[in-house]
């Protein structure tokens, strides 16, 4: 074979015959075989002889840990991936990813293979990567749920290959189009993604109602552009709610002329915008393409009225567009008055409606992309047994509410309660089946105070696997608390922990170094070449410090702590927060949730290790922390302790949140679990490990101040604080 | 009366200027500290420096203001360490004197000392703050952004601009400081639109001079920028 002869030459013609027999000799089939002839020379010739023959050994281990056709898929697929990747580093680096997922996961290979072109090509190697290790670490143990993830079946696998995608979506704008319609209106907006489909299909517009704007997940048919157009909705709606007024009485209006009513307030809304800040209507023209003097049909018209409206330059050809926009123009010194929409839409209505012109009022979609579908701006009857006026307006209205109640986010609680509501969360909830079943990861001591003995042994740590929440987490924390994050973020900047060391015989410095100063004069009056390093400073201390973070995530957690949230939701937030303020620092962190349930299961769940780095799969776990069982502080300090006992940090941190004291439902003595806890404090702190208390809510914190004492222990009394506070107390306390 | 005096107010809004003017209109010397974090004590009171005939007092800014007389003033002071800034205690109540510790020294205030701080309380953190034994001390004017009439004036005078485009970019800073705290720490003061302004007044057109001093300075979130730059182009 000529081809096999220029692909490997020399050294390499005999490495490659020895990994085809050893191929040949293992009996995955021909078919493997073949593939393995068909690709290597390819790959060899693409990205080096080295890799072709290094095919053999992963389709034999690919074989062997998942199937040979997964093998064979596997070697058919590396001449693509090799024409793709071009240079042999990044063809490893493809390889490895797929040999991670075979060892964790091998069922899933065969799935992603077939899926791998067109994830490389959506996503390009490196966001790959992390899409791929992102599912590994979603999925842990569970076969299953991995298998689904590289099938992309789970919402999650969906929503992480768009973000890594990058792709201009709705998600990935958000925060952008939430600034932008700040820095304009001069207010916060509260900005949802639609569902993905309404009644009359998918979502295509914007709409607006109360204080909430929704926005469809993706506009199609705008590529390039989607930035733009989703500015021009918010910027639309934004007009809307500077300059709109109360909102229109339905009365007796037809569809058409609630339809053209609508139209004539936007024109005179984006007037009025446009007035203020000219630019808007550069931002908005580009979109005003629809065709206008085409067919007189009722969109075409209303296209070239909502164009001519917004452009003078536009010369409409049709009278009614034409009588529109001069009745417009004459209430031009009037337009902050929404009668004017009013006034002029019915006589338009009117005259419309006498033309005979058609209009389906159940297809018809507002024009240009840009706008919103209007709801916002008519009064709509309260109650939904009410007949509907127009048929036009009920169905996307249904769609609303239905959408409405699935975004809202203090709906999550309901959301976990009852599990047979459809949402993101469903496929996930398949592992709290797993995490059902602990670990057994340590035993631990108790001290009984009444015998005066330590019990070696006494209590059992089990670990069970995160139930993982939402993978919106971290958005959503932004959104709640942006403000703290970035506050924090500059404090953390500049806080120091660590010990601090003098510097002697400095250029600069504060004091004089005294012997340095002898030294010099010395030198200087015999004449000699003096040292001018005679001052002396004092270093700032380096960061070393590693915490562990036990959350409380006991029965009590479940009660509310303010509207629509519980003192767990809040606990989940500042540890979040925490997090992220220490990520930044490089301070080590470890989160667990910690409950129980009698002595022999103390249940830890890792939220996050030492190991782990910050990211998506934290914000899931801490998101799935549900409140259940009971509270064994002293097992949890144990355990934490032991956990960093390890790690070499100047400061060792134990930092507890809890809602309540002690206790548990194999122990009726209240003294004994508050003693047991106060023992643990003293033993760690003899291992130079602090143990620190957040006490939260009014009642709370005198058991605590007895455990950890007055200065290691602070009381939070309005809960809903204390993302704020946590932060910030441990920048102080870390000083 | 020579009480002591803090500025409040966030960063570009005039405080320094004012300041400046004051001690003009007063006759005054101005000695200005911009306040830093490696800011020892010794860089405010002063040091013993080593010369060829041994150890020698050098006095600091702050030490020489108080023999001297003149106004001191501390820029952002919180920038400095807290257990620096104790050393203006005794300067700021009745006894009016400032101890060299390491020169064991009790210097008396001239008459004519007079200390004004300033302090931008955006930057207030949980770690720099100033304490409250320092606060009290001081008699407090507050400063923002002037009302978009008389910022235009300003950035119009200041720049050398019209007053048209000099209420544009007005109406650009309004907008960004609708994102403070909420993407933005700050929004664009008005020493950035007064560069912007000599910008354009140079001949550079409106969006470039914004992207410039305004939009690059003020974050580095591209994300941030880009709606900066779609807000600017809203404006225009």
């Given at each position: 074979?000529?081809?096999?002869?220029?692909?490997?030459?020399?050294?390499?013609?005999?490495?490659?015959?020895?990994a085809?027999?050893?191929?040949?000799?293992?009996?995955?089939?021909?078919?493997?075989?073949?593939?393995?002839?068909?690709?290597?020379p390819?790959?060899?010739?693409?990205?080096?002889?080295?890799?072709?023959?290094?095919?053999?050994?992963?389709?034999?281990?690919?074989?062997?840990?998942?199937t040979?056709?997964?093998?064979?898929?596997?070697l058919?697929?590396?001449?693509?991936?090799?024409?793709?990747?071009?240079?042999?580093?990044?063809?490893?680096?493809?390889?490895?990813?797929?040999?991670?997922?075979?060892?964790?996961?091998?069922?899933?290979?065969?799935p992603?293979?077939?899926?791998?072109?067109?994830?490389?090509?959506?996503?390009?190697?490196?966001?790959?990567?992390?899409?791929?290790?992102?599912?590994l670490?979603?999925?842990?143990?569970?076969?299953?749920?991995?298998?689904?993830?590289?099938?992309?079946?789970?919402?999650?696998?969906?929503?992480?290959?768009?973000?890594?995608?990058?792709?201009?979506?709705?998600?990935?704008?958000?925060?952008?189009?939430?600034?932008?319609?700040?820095?304009?209106?001069?207010?916060?907006?509260?900005?949802r993604?639609?569902?993905?489909?309404g009644?009359?299909g998918?979502?295509?517009?914007?709409?607006?109602?109360?204080?909430?704007?929704?926005?469809?997940?993706?506009?199609?048919?705008?590529?390039?552009?989607?930035?733009?157009?989703?500015?021009?909705?918010?910027?639309?709606?934004?007009?809307?709610?500077?300059?709109?007024?109360?909102?229109?009485?339905?009365?007796?209006?037809?569809?058409?002329?609630?339809?053209?009513?609508?139209?004539?307030?936007?024109?005179?809304?984006?007037?009025?915008?446009?007035?203020?800040?000219?630019?808007?209507?550069?931002?908005?023209?580009?979109?005003?393409?629809?065709?206008?003097?085409?067919?007189?049909?009722?969109?075409?018209?209303?296209?070239?009225?909502?164009?001519?409206?917004?452009?003078?330059?536009?010369?409409?050809?049709?009278?009614?567009?034409?009588?529109?926009?001069?009745?417009?123009?004459?209430?031009?010194?009037?337009?902050?008055?929404?009668?004017?929409?009013?006034?002029?839409?019915?006589?338009?209505?009117?005259?419309?409606?006498?033309?005979?012109?058609?209009?389906?009022?159940?297809?018809?979609?507002?024009?240009?992309?840009?706008?919103?579908?209007?709801?916002?701006?008519w009064?709509?009857?309260?109650?939904?047994?009410?007949?509907?006026?127009?048929?036009?307006?009920?169905?996307?209205?249904?769609?609303?509410?239905?959408t409405?109640?699935?975004?809202?986010?203090?709906?999550?609680?309901?959301?976990?309660?009852?599990?047979?509501?459809?949402?993101?969360?469903?496929?996930?909830?398949?592992?709290?089946?797993d995490?059902?079943?602990?670990?057994?990861?340590?035993?631990?001591?108790?001290?009984?105070?009444?015998?005066?003995?330590?019990?070696?042994?006494?209590v059992?740590?089990?670990?069970?696997?995160?139930?993982?929440?939402?993978?919106?987490?971290?958005?959503?924390?932004?959104?709640?608390?942006?403000?703290?994050?970035s506050?924090?973020?500059?404090?953390?900047?500049?806080?120091e922990?660590?010990?601090?060391?003098?510097?002697?015989?400095?250029?600069?410095?504060?004091?004089?170094?005294?012997?340095?100063?002898?030294?010099?004069?010395?030198?200087?009056?015999?004449?000699?070449?003096?040292?001018?390093?005679?001052?002396?400073?004092?270093?700032?201390?380096?960061?070393?410090?590693?915490?562990?973070?036990?959350?409380?995530?006991?029965?009590?957690?479940?009660?509310?702590?303010?509207?629509?949230?519980?003192?767990?939701?809040?606990?989940?937030?500042?540890?979040?927060?925490?997090a992220?303020?220490?990520?930044?620092?490089?301070?080590?962190?470890?989160?667990t949730?910690?409950?129980s349930?009698?002595?022999?299961?103390?249940?830890?769940?890792?939220?996050?290790t030492?190991?782990?780095?910050?990211?998506?799969a934290?914000?899931?776990?801490?998101?799935?922390?549900?409140?259940?069982?009971?509270?064994?502080?002293?097992?949890?300090?144990?355990?934490?302790?032991?956990?960093?006992?390890?790690?070499?940090?100047y400061?060792?941190?134990?930092?507890?949140?809890?809602?309540?004291?002690p206790?548990?439902?194999?122990?009726?003595?209240?003294?004994?679990?508050?003693?047991?806890?106060r023992r643990?404090?003293?033993?760690?702190?003899?291992?130079?490990i602090?143990?620190?208390?957040?006490?939260?809510?009014?009642?709370?914190?005198?058991?605590?101040?007895?455990?950890?004492?007055?200065?290691?222990?602070?009381?939070?009394?309005?809960?809903?604080?204390?993302?704020?506070k946590?932060?910030?107390?441990?920048?102080?306390?870390?000083? | 009366?020579?009480?002591?005096?803090?500025?409040?107010?966030?960063?570009?809004?005039?405080?320094?200027?004012?300041?400046?003017?004051?001690?003009?209109?007063?006759?005054?010397?101005?000695?200005?500290?911009?306040?830093?974090?490696?800011?020892?004590?010794?860089?405010?009171?002063?040091?013993?420096?080593?010369?060829?005939?041994?150890?020698?007092?050098?006095?600091?800014?702050?030490?020489?203001?108080?023999?001297?007389?003149?106004?001191?003033?501390?820029?952002?002071?919180?920038?400095?360490?807290?257990?620096t800034?104790v050393?203006?205690?005794?300067?700021?109540?009745?006894?009016?004197?400032?101890?060299?510790?390491?020169?064991?020294?009790?210097?008396?205030a001239?008459?004519?000392?007079?200390?004004?701080?300033?302090?931008?309380?955006?930057?207030?953190?949980?770690?720099?703050?100033?304490?409250?034994?320092?606060?009290?001390?001081?008699?407090?004017?507050?400063?923002?952004?002037?009302?978009a009439?008389?910022?235009?004036?300003?950035?119009?005078?200041?720049?050398?601009?019209?007053?048209?485009?000099?209420?544009?970019?007005?109406?650009?800073?309004?907008?960004?400081?609708?994102?403070?705290?909420?993407?933005?720490?700050?929004?664009?003061?008005?020493?950035?639109?007064v560069h912007?302004?000599?910008?354009?007044?140079a001949?550079?057109p409106?969006?470039?001079?914004?992207?410039?001093?305004?939009?690059?300075?003020?974050?580095?979130?591209?994300?941030?920028?880009?709606?900066?730059?779609?807000?600017?182009?809203?404006?225009?």
């Amino acid at each position: 074979m000529p081809a096999l002869r220029d692909a490997f030459k020399g050294p390499h013609r005999e490495n490659y015959l020895r990994a085809y027999a050893r191929l040949n000799g293992a009996g995955y089939g021909a078919a493997v075989l073949r593939a393995f002839e068909a690709s290597a020379p390819r790959v060899a010739g693409q990205v080096g002889p080295d890799q072709a023959i290094a095919l053999a050994a992963d389709a034999s281990r690919i074989a062997i840990k998942a199937t040979p056709r997964a093998a064979g898929k596997y070697l058919d697929l590396c001449p693509t991936m090799a024409l793709k990747l071009q240079k042999a580093e990044q063809f490893d680096e493809w390889r490895a990813m797929i040999a991670a997922v075979l060892k964790s996961s091998p069922k899933a290979v065969l799935p992603l293979l077939s899926r791998s072109e067109m994830l490389f090509d959506r996503l390009g190697l490196e966001p790959l990567g992390a899409w791929i290790q992102t599912g590994l670490r979603v999925a842990g143990q569970d076969t299953e749920q991995s298998l689904a993830y590289f099938q992309l079946e789970t919402p999650e696998a969906q929503r992480l290959l768009e973000r890594y995608a990058g792709e201009a979506n709705f998600p990935s704008l958000e925060s952008g189009l939430k600034s932008f319609y700040t820095a304009l209106w001069r207010r916060t907006p509260v900005l949802r993604e639609a569902g993905p489909n309404g009644p009359n299909g998918p979502v295509r517009r914007t709409s607006f109602s109360g204080g909430v704007i929704q926005m469809p997940s993706a506009y199609s048919g705008f590529r390039g552009t989607e930035k733009q157009l989703y500015r021009a909705a918010v910027a639309h709606v934004g007009a809307h709610k500077t300059y709109g007024g109360a909102l229109f009485q339905l009365g007796q209006l037809k569809p058409l002329q609630v339809a053209v009513v609508s139209l004539l307030e936007d024109a005179r809304v984006e007037t009025l915008a446009v007035r203020d800040m000219p630019g808007l209507e550069r931002l908005w023209r580009p979109f005003h393409t629809a065709r206008h003097d085409g067919l007189a049909t009722a969109q075409n018209l209303f296209a070239g009225l909502a164009w001519a409206l917004i452009d003078p330059d536009f010369q409409p050809t049709h009278g009614w567009v034409r009588k529109g926009v001069d009745m417009f123009h004459a209430a031009s010194g009037r337009l902050h008055d929404p009668a004017i929409s009013r006034q002029i839409g019915n006589i338009l209505g009117n005259d419309l409606g006498q033309t005979r012109v058609q209009f389906d009022a159940n297809s018809y979609v507002v024009q240009p992309a840009y706008r919103d579908d209007n709801l916002g701006l008519w009064e709509l009857p309260a109650d939904p047994d009410t007949p509907p006026p127009t048929e036009e307006l009920e169905a996307p209205l249904a769609d609303l509410r239905q959408t409405e109640t699935d975004e809202n986010p203090h709906d999550r609680k309901q959301e976990w309660s009852e599990p047979e509501t459809p949402d993101v969360l469903e496929p996930v909830r398949k592992v709290s089946a797993d995490s059902e079943t602990g670990r057994k990861v340590s035993s631990l001591p108790e001290y009984d105070y009444h015998a005066g003995i330590e019990r070696n042994d006494w209590v059992s740590v089990n670990a069970y696997e995160p139930v993982l929440g939402d993978a919106g987490f971290w958005g959503q924390l932004k959104d709640r608390h942006g403000a703290t994050l970035s506050r924090i973020q500059k404090a953390v900047a500049t806080s120091e922990t660590g010990k601090r060391r003098k510097l002697k015989q400095q250029l600069e410095g504060e004091t004089l170094d005294l012997d340095a100063a002898i030294d010099t004069a010395i030198a200087l009056r015999s004449n000699r070449q003096p040292d001018p390093n005679v001052y002396e400073s004092i270093t700032p201390p380096p960061r070393s410090i590693a915490v562990h973070l036990l959350l409380d995530i006991s029965r009590s957690t479940a009660d509310p702590a303010g509207p629509g949230l519980n003192i767990l939701d809040i606990e989940r937030d500042a540890a979040a927060i925490l997090a992220t303020t220490m990520s930044q620092l490089g301070d080590d962190l470890s989160i667990t949730a910690f409950s129980s349930s009698g002595r022999h299961d103390v249940r830890v769940i890792p939220v996050k290790t030492f190991e782990n780095p910050l990211d998506e799969a934290t914000g899931l776990a801490l998101s799935g922390l549900r409140p259940g069982f009971s509270t064994r502080i002293g097992a949890a300090l144990r355990y934490a302790a032991q956990s960093m006992s390890g790690r070499l940090r100047y400061r060792k941190i134990v930092l507890l949140v809890t809602d309540g004291e002690p206790s548990d439902i194999d122990m009726s003595d209240p003294d004994y679990l508050v003693e047991d806890a106060r023992r643990a404090v003293q033993q760690m702190r003899s291992q130079g490990i602090d143990a620190i208390c957040v006490a939260l809510g009014n009642d709370a914190g005198q058991r605590q101040t007895e455990i950890f004492g007055r200065k290691s222990c602070v009381q939070i009394s309005d809960v809903a604080t204390l993302p704020n506070k946590l932060s910030t107390f441990y920048l102080r306390m870390t000083r | 009366m020579r009480l002591p005096v803090m500025l409040k107010g966030p960063t570009g809004c005039g405080k320094t200027r004012f300041v400046e003017h004051m001690a003009w209109k007063l006759g005054k010397p101005l000695i200005t500290i911009a306040c830093h974090e490696d800011m020892t004590a010794s860089d405010f009171v002063g040091r013993y420096l080593l010369g060829p005939e041994g150890t020698y007092w050098q006095d600091g800014p702050l030490t020489k203001a108080v023999r001297e007389g003149g106004i001191c003033y501390l820029d952002e002071i919180v920038e400095a360490r807290q257990d620096t800034t104790v050393i203006i205690h005794a300067l700021t109540d009745d006894r009016r004197i400032l101890p060299l510790e390491k020169k064991g020294e009790l210097v008396k205030a001239h008459p004519d000392f007079q200390l004004v701080i300033s302090y931008n309380p955006g930057y207030q953190s949980v770690l720099k703050d100033l304490k409250e034994s320092t606060k009290q001390r001081f008699c407090a004017l507050d400063f923002d952004y002037p009302i978009a009439r008389i910022e235009a004036d300003i950035v119009a005078s200041e720049a050398g601009l019209n007053q048209q485009d000099a209420e544009r970019l007005t109406k650009i800073a309004g907008k960004s400081r609708n994102l403070r705290g909420k993407g933005l720490d700050e929004g664009v003061s008005t020493r950035m639109l007064v560069h912007a302004g000599r910008l354009m007044s140079a001949g550079l057109p409106i969006t470039a001079a914004c992207q410039f001093a305004l939009i690059i300075p003020i974050t580095d979130d591209p994300e941030m920028r880009s709606t900066l730059a779609a807000a600017v182009d809203a404006c225009i």
